[in-house]
T-cell receptor
Framework: GAVVSQHPSWVICKSGTSVKIECRSL??????MFWYRQFPKQSLMLMAT?????????EQGVEKDKFLINHASLTLSTLTVTSAHPEDSSFYIC?????????????FGPGTRLTVL | GQNIDQPTEMTATEGAIVQINCTYQ??????LFWYQQHAGEAPTFLSY????GLEEKGRFSSFLSRSKGYSYLLLKELQMKDSASYLC????????????FGKGTTLSVSS
């Protein structure tokens, strides 16, 4: 299957700093990338949908000025958590999609665990 | 709003068969996905249903009834490594759009 990577796999930062997370599709061109957040023992919550070359579409309740998404190419999307606070500590997972037949299956990255002190 | 319900936890023994149910009430429907997620890892794709009926893939099968807003994932010949969280997800719109996830069912397989 298709491979999606994320970097870093984990990060610890001080409150008030910014953290950038990269999501790459390694062996295919992703028409769309998605960013999810998962709190402990909770399911994945969609944060935003990102299409290459256009502005991301954010879900209700997600602050676009706090979670900056850049989708510069068909293989790379970045999520920057600006002025991070302890409540932003979570598991951030990206997924990438291309139209594989009728499925349009999403392929998930390994996730990035963010801890804000 | 969108609503996807699954049992929170299930237990089973090695070699057994387990069925994880999922019901959904969503504003749209263009496919239902099942993912497996081990703790601290990303979800991995298990199955996809868009038409009514049963899809079989080795030890895993998934069923869909669109009129009832209902799906199940059937796991046969359970192994210890099947202990994980199983996520039911609905795609509301066309292929390539986001998924809405249920809260997941944590399955514990014992010997």
């Amino acid at each position: 299957g298709a491979v999606v990577s994320q970097h870093p796999s984990w990060v610890i930062c001080k409150s008030g700093t910014s953290v950038k997370i990269e999501c790459r599709s390694l062996d295919f061109q992703a028409t769309t990338m998605f960013w999810y957040r998962q709190f402990p023992k909770q399911s994945l919550m969609l944060m935003a949908t990102s299409n290459e070359g256009s502005k991301a579409t954010y879900e209700q309740g997600v602050e676009k000025d706090k979670f900056l998404i850049n989708h510069a190419s068909l293989t790379l999307s970045t999520l920057t958590v600006t002025s991070a606070h302890p409540e932003d500590s979570s598991f951030y997972i990206c997924s990438a999609s291309f139209l594989a037949g009728d499925s349009g299956e999403q392929f998930f990255g390994p996730g990035t665990r963010l801890t804000v002190l | 709003g969108q609503n996807i319900d699954q049992p929170t936890e299930m237990t089973a023994t090695e070699g057994a068969i387990v069925q994880i149910n999922c019901t959904y009430q969503t504003s749209g429907f263009n496919g239902l996905f099942w993912y497996q997620q081990h703790a601290g890892e990303a979800p991995t794709f298990l199955s996809y249903n868009v038409l009514d009926g049963l899809e079989e893939k080795g030890r895993f099968s998934s069923f869909l009834s669109r009129s009832k807003g209902y799906s199940y994932l059937l796991l046969k010949e359970l192994q210890m490594k099947d202990s994980a969280s199983y996520l039911c997800a609905v795609r509301l719109n066309q292929a390539g759009t986001a998924l809405i996830f249920g809260k997941g069912t944590t399955l514990s397989v014992s010997s």
